[in-house]
């Protein structure tokens, strides 16, 4: 007898049910004593599928996802460059799972809105942040004339097009994993190996789409998971391919600037014990990483007191009255253009809007104020915004020409991804990226870091 | 519920762990803390944390307390209070008016006092006014009343061991009364719930969600979080919850006599919607039936199970069960059950929206259901059994 299989969802989970094959030899599927059945996470019903079809089988209907739902009369397929629709090939070619990875500008959205139109059946589109939610279903809408649902940022509503925030998902997708066909995951290379991977466990959905500007480390763990969740990356553009052409030239201008003496020596008399403590470590342990030094240092409270100088000392680096001053120059210097200034921190972020009166949008801003500030901006009524990680990415600003970098320290991406936010072309632009750094600092030693890696990937950093 | 970084723990002997609650012998640094808090009634935020920080917490640490039940002690004293935004105009409005002015350019006191003729307040009132609803620029509030050094020990309590639990993946539950609330209260918040029979007047019961079966996942600690305060309720109950802590797996102890604070009663009813209409429903109808929640536990050798209600009339007993995600492997063992008891008139009424087949449940009378059970046709079924 043909096997014949019966998947039903419950709380992010399948209940499988087979005859005529060892339920146990299917993929992923577990005997759970609990309720004295079968089970198997909802991600893996599309494999389960194939190994029943594989054997000759039937899978009983309805499937845990929908076949039908969306009226492919309600949307208006978008026009896609050469590159984009050669990604979009390569992803159905994959079948249906993947990542794209698409420098910052490159229309990773439209790509998506392609993917979905194409399916035309009930999708599910994940965004790291609040901003991006509102931005994806603004982007929709031009699109798909149905009604668009959004879970997060204080809304329920759930459409046969949602779009989530991560967290939201992660919450509600034991609930709501049966009923989209298709993912999109926006910024993909932030849901990592983390939690937040949950969500796309618990979702039954066979087709999904990974969007990046920067794909995670091929050999890391977070990627092998993504890849189990996702796909494998599909298409790999890089901003080199791009520039000139699709996304606007850059150039990158470094500012160096110097602490005051008093700024020097509060940064010493902070840096110091840990600068001591390190030197030991690494005379100790000439292998160990910056993992292993925290976790060292962790366990003393002579080596936490020294983490937390460390901690004042970069915070003092990041954003020293000199860095204060070269931003208010050079916003004062581009009054005729868009800029964007990107600070480390939240705090940073405050004092350089209160320093030069220019709007701030961070994680506190209320979505209302937000929408309102990326209006204003739009409209030219303002012509600088700061932020701190918030407009790292996604948020579109098409015409912003300026790129402050005040300060940072999540590394290549991070950078990759804030000078992607000036790159939108627009007839006869150049972009400029100033670097400031402070000499002499950990700030200074992190730049250094980051241009080294950056080099290889684009030659504008050189 | 406390963050990861708020958790104290005391070894308890291998990989297991209580919690390091405040009990009476802190509760003289706990005095001097909601003093100090008290004191800074009227300051920002941020002054509020450096004074704790540079002034406070070494002052509490002269006591002997150790630096995260400070830490923590100061996250229930935060909350404890209301934070205000002093500004003479709304910030949000200075920020509407004043981003605009400044974009066309001016110095500084220019451009702040252009904006404060446009809102009617000084220059000053705008530059200190325009982030003064940042959270670290709002100012306490004295909470109403200021809450005793006893009543912030007990809110750290539940805090700890909420926290903890909001980290646990599954735990382990013995409770030796009451245990129907807690088993409709555990199925009620979505938790696959298992019971044994233990010791003598202990039910077991084992707790976590689908996706534990695969993986490590804390998915499930809001849940177990917001079901520990019915537990506390309860006369006795121990609890091992396996937590993942700073990466590794461990055990935490709590039990009976912790000093956690009582802040719920035992609920009486805790229902589905589906469970809470069909009742409504019965009650309306004319009927010699009566409805009787607290069932008869099951036993199939150690294993227990807690039917949803039955019907009674006179000597008459007909369980119901309302069923889940169930399989026939799990109606056979309930079978076993009811004949262990001698009982064996059970109504399984099936949701039609989980596309279950009822081939399982072969030897029990189904009742399929979409969204209500009819109390009219439960009532007709349940009448044919008993006759």
Same mark, same amino acid.
């Given at each position: ?14 209940? #499988? ?13 577990? /005997? ?24 000759? *089988? ?16 309600? /949307?208006?397929?978008?026009? =896609? ?17 993947? !990542?794209? !990875? ?23 589109? =994940?965004?790291?942040?609040? #901003?991006?939610?509102?931005? /994806?279903?603004?982007? =929709?809408?031009? /699109? ?43 910024? !993909? ?20 789409? *990974? ?8 050999? *890391? ?34 500012v160096s600037v110097r602490l005051?003496?008093?700024e020097?020596?509060a940064y010493?008399?902070a840096y ?18 910056? #993992? ?18 460390f901690q004042r000392a970069a915070a003092l680096a990041s954003l020293p009255e000199a860095k204060r001053?070269q931003v ?13 200034v990107f600070a480390a921190t939240v705090d940073d972020a405050y004092t350089l ?20 500030? =990326? ?11 700061v932020?701190a990680r918030?407009?790292?990415? *996604? ?9 402050i970098l005040a300060g940072g320290s999540l590394g290549?991406?991070e950078v990759?991804?804030r ?16 670097e400031l750094t402070t000499s002499g600092t950990i700030d200074d030693r992190r730049a250094?870091?980051r ?12 | ?17 209580? %919690?390091?609650?405040?009990?009476? &012998? ?53 909350? @404890?209070?209301?934070? +205000? ?7 949000? &409005?200075? +920020?509407?008016?004043?981003? %605009? ?82 088993? +409709? ?50 006369? &006795? ?39 809470? @209409? ?5 009650? &309306? ?14 036993? @199939? ?69 979409? +969204? ?16």
């Amino acid at each position: 007898m043909p096997p014949h299989a019966q998947l039903r969802f419950d709380r992010g989970t399948l209940c #499988v049910d087979c005859t005529g094959t060892r339920i146990d030899e299917l993929p992923n599927v577990l /005997w759970d004593e609990r309720t004295l059945g079968y089970r198997a996470p909802a991600h893996a019903g599309v494999a389960i599928l194939e190994r029943i079809a594989a054997l000759g *089988g039937t899978t009983a209907r309805p499937l845990p996802w929908p076949e039908t739902g969306i009226d492919s009369a309600q /949307w208006t397929t978008p026009a =896609l460059r050469d590159y984009q629709a050669t990604a979009l090939g390569a992803w159905n070619a994959f079948g249906r799972r993947g !990542v794209v !990875v698409l420098p910052t500008g490159g229309g990773k959205t439209r790509i998506a809105v392609a993917a979905i139109a194409q399916a035309a059946l009930p999708t599910a589109v =994940l965004c790291p942040t609040r #901003v991006l939610v509102e931005q /994806w279903s603004r982007e =929709l809408a031009r /699109w798909y004339a149905g009604p668009i649902g959004i879970v997060g940022d204080g809304e329920s509503r759930i459409e046969a097009l949602t779009v989530f925030t991560y967290e939201s998902a992660y919450r509600r997708m034991d609930t709501l994993g049966d009923r989209f066909a298709l993912v999109v995951v926006d910024e !993909v290379h932030n849901m990592g190996g983390g939690t937040r991977t949950e969500a796309l466990e618990m979702m039954a959905a066979p087709m999904r789409l *990974g969007l990046t500007a920067t794909a995670l480390d091929a050999e *890391g763990a977070a990627a092998a998971r993504l890849g189990a969740l996702i796909g494998p990356v599909v298409c790999d553009v890089s901003l080199d391919d791009l520039l000139g052409t699709h996304l606007a030239d850059f150039g990158v201008v470094r500012v160096s600037v110097r602490l005051s003496p008093s700024e020097e020596r509060a940064y010493e008399a902070a840096y110091a014990p840990f600068g001591e403590l390190r030197r030991a470590f690494a005379r100790a342990h000439p292998q160990a990483d910056w #993992v292993d030094l925290q976790r060292a240092l962790g366990s003393s409270a002579a080596g936490l007191a020294a983490l937390r100088g460390f901690q004042r000392a970069a915070a003092l680096a990041s954003l020293p009255e000199a860095k204060r001053h070269q931003v208010t120059r050079l916003l004062s210097e581009h009054r005729d253009d868009k800029a964007l200034v990107f600070a480390a921190t939240v705090d940073d972020a405050y004092t350089l809007a209160h320093d030069n009166l220019i709007p701030v949008i961070t994680a506190e801003t209320s979505r209302a104020e937000r929408a309102h500030l =990326l209006s204003l901006y739009r409209d030219g009524a303002v012509r600088a915004l700061v932020s701190a990680r918030v407009l790292n990415e *996604g948020i579109d600003v098409p015409d912003a020409r300026i790129a402050i970098l005040a300060g940072g320290s999540l590394g290549v991406r991070e950078v990759v991804q804030r000078v992607g936010r000036v790159l939108r072309p627009s007839p006869g632009k150049r972009a400029l990226v100033y670097e400031l750094t402070t000499s002499g600092t950990i700030d200074d030693r992190r730049a250094e870091a980051r241009r080294r890696l950056l080099v290889p990937r684009c030659a504008a950093f050189a | 519920m406390f963050p990861a970084a708020l958790l104290s723990l005391e070894p308890a002997g291998g990989n297991t762990f209580v %919690p390091r609650y405040l009990r009476s &012998r802190d509760e003289v640094w706990v005095r001097r803390a909601t003093s100090e808090m008290t004191d800074l009634t009227g300051m920002p935020r941020a002054h509020v944390d450096d004074a704790w920080a540079c002034r406070v917490e070494p002052a509490l640490r002269s006591f002997g307390a150790p630096r995260i039940a400070i830490l923590g002690v100061k996250h229930v004293l935060d909350r @404890a209070c209301t934070w +205000r935004v002093e500004a003479r105009v709304d910030p949000r &409005r200075i +920020r509407d008016a004043l981003f %605009p002015i400044a974009a066309r350019g001016g110095e500084r006191a220019e451009i702040l006092a252009c904006a404060s003729a446009a809102l009617g307040v000084s220059p000053l009132d705008v530059d200190t006014g325009l982030f003064a609803d940042r959270a670290g620029a709002r100012v306490r509030a004295a909470a109403s009343p200021e809450p005793t050094p006893s009543e912030v020990m007990l809110s750290y309590n539940l805090a700890l061991v909420q926290g903890v639990l909001l980290r646990a993946e599954r735990i382990r539950l013995d409770v030796s009364e009451s245990v129907r609330p807690v088993v +409709r209260y555990a199925k009620l918040r979505g938790l696959l719930a298992s019971f044994d029979a233990v010791e003598e007047g202990w039910t077991r019961m084992h707790a976590s969600g689908p996706l534990s079966l695969f993986r490590n996942t804390l998915k499930y600690g809001h849940a177990l979080a917001g079901f520990f305060p019915t537990l506390t309720a309860t006369p &006795r109950y121990r609890l091992d919850a396996l937590c993942r802590l700073e990466g590794r797996g461990v055990v935490v102890r709590i039990a009976t006599g912790d000093p956690i604070p009582r802040t719920h009663a035992l609920p009486r009813e805790h229902d589905s919607a589906v469970e809470r @209409a069909l009742a409504r429903d019965l009650r &309306r109808l004319s009927t010699t039936w009566s409805l009787e929640r607290e069932t008869t536990v099951l036993r @199939a050798g150690t294993k227990l199970f807690f039917p949803d209600f039955a019907l009674v009339r006179g000597q008459t007993r007909v369980l119901v069960e309302v069923v889940g995600y169930y399989t026939k492997e799990y109606l056979a063992q309930k079978k076993l059950a009811l004949k262990g008891v001698g009982a064996d008139r059970i109504i399984v009424c099936l949701d039609d929206a989980l596309d279950c087949g009822d081939e399982g449940f072969a030897d029990a009378t189904v009742l399929r259901f979409r +969204r209500r059970i009819d109390a009219a046709r439960l009532l007709a079924v349940a009448d044919s059994m008993g006759s």
